[in-house]
């Protein structure tokens, strides 16, 4: 199953199932809440209106998340290649939800940013409410998979020891183009994530080489929190970044960022100054 | 003008307005959806029903924040007794809000955590839409003020750079009593903070030492994202948490927190293992 969110020319959005390139509406504001109704045993009913993809604007997958909650450092490549030890918890930062923008929306970076990276991720939204999970209670957690760009300002998180700042730029994190279910990706146990910039490839790894798996993270944050359906989480991001090139390379005005998971699906985001 | 949110027996909460002992049901789940509310000129009727304050159960001031900003390192002694350098900007990071507790609810210590530590803070509610705000309109945007503790899993904070776990334990950050307008305490220039672990007073400051002032706080954060009615801020603790004790000190069963700030009120929360 695949499902997304359409944005209509009002503003106004509603969940969607996809099937091939059908958009199939449903009676439900977006896919967070299609999943809030579906976890007390609510199924959306179809609307009766059905769009084509290339008749469809796309917000994100996910619109009002209780909980956006990102990963640090979660590729062992990437976490080996920076010379740093393996680490024995998962580094956890949160976003708000007005940093997250449609699968074709444009990233809008600030007027004097001049430090803005990219970061592919793989992303996931938690299913039904969730708290001490086992491992099986962990993987039954997660309802779908789905795509983001961890968009940060370099300069401003790291104007301070905690990097909420360069995290949460209004209108900067694209999620999406769809959430498909554990099913369809294997749980995500073994794909490629890939960002390009202007086409050209700047980071390309594999989900298996993630060192905290989804259930990993899952168990980990329902620990100390419960987790509800609609919840957001992303999972890290692998080698690639524009801070780490040597120069350094940020985004630019006119720059087109693409963000893809393999068998999920791609973003495209134009960056424009604001 | 004073404000608070009742919880009835059955869970369900109401705004009210405080004048004396007296509650005045108002037609809104919370006080931040009356501050919603009333931001597009919407302002909530009286229900009919009043509490006298011996008969209420109060819920967290605001129940469903859409964020919830926290600063760290802010009271200017405490920075310099630490050894540190001013900052030249504000320390954030975020809470969720199932954090959250009310005034006299107990502040649940999860059965493996032997670190939990207090952190009294002054907290204030965001009025009204602002983005880019100048001083003016951020001393405007404050609804009103309030009385937080942020208490703190310290080993659990400092597990990885990011103190996102450590800051976010279920059911344990009181706020309230009531939020209180700006002109009841002159924006809150210069309040006495203070906190008590069973009677023994172990944080005492003033919030004129404040580093970062709330309309400072307020200014910085609306440069990279927007701040939203019902919005919660914590200003910060001062010096006098247990874990920078000799030896440290933390929270146990049976302890019991009592927080203030001056003019506004008191928070007083049993700890309860579970």
New interface residues.
């Given amino acids: 199953m695949r499902w997304a969110t359409v944005r209509h020319p009002d503003g106004s959005t509603n969940a969607a199932r996809v099937e091939a390139d059908s958009y199939i509406e449903l009676a439900a504001p977006d896919v967070g809440e299609l999943i809030r109704q579906s976890a007390v045993g609510n199924d959306a009913a179809e609307t009766g209106r059905t769009f084509s993809s290339g008749d469809v604007a796309l917000a994100p997958v996910v619109v009002t998340p209780?909980?956006i909650?990102c990963v640090?450092r979660n590729y062992m490549s990437h976490i080996r290649e920076l010379g740093r030890e393996l680490?024995?918890?998962?580094?956890?930062?949160?976003k708000?939800?007005?940093?997250l923008i449609g699968a074709e929306d444009v990233i809008e970076l600030?007027a004097d940013a001049t430090t803005v990276d990219w970061e592919a991720e793989l992303a996931f939204v938690i299913g039904r409410p969730t708290?001490h999970a086992s491992p099986p209670e962990a993987r039954d957690a997660i309802a779908g998979y789905t795509v983001a760009n961890d968009v940060t300002?370099r300069t401003?998180q790291f104007?301070?020891?905690?990097?909420?700042?360069g995290k949460?730029?209004?209108a900067s994190t694209p999620v999406g183009p769809t959430l498909v279910s554990p099913d369809v990706v294997d749980h995500a146990e073994d794909l490629e994530v890939r960002c390009l910039v202007d086409d050209i490839e700047m980071q390309s790894a594999r989900t298996s080489d993630l060192l905290f798996k989804p259930t990993d993270i899952v168990q980990?944050?329902s620990?100390?929190?419960?987790l509800?359906p609609g919840d957001l989480i992303l999972s890290g991001t692998p080698g690639g970044v524009g801070h780490a090139m040597d120069p350094p390379q940020y985004l630019n005005e006119g720059n087109v960022v693409r963000t893809s998971v393999e068998g999920i699906g791609e973003l495209v985001n134009p960056c424009r100054k604001h």
Avoid: C, H, M, V
């Fill in positions: 209780g909980k909650i640090g680490p024995d918890y998962p580094t956890l930062f949160a708000f939800t007005s940093t600030p708290r300002e401003w104007r301070t020891a905690q990097w909420l700042a949460n730029l209004e980990y944050i620990e100390f929190i419960s509800d």
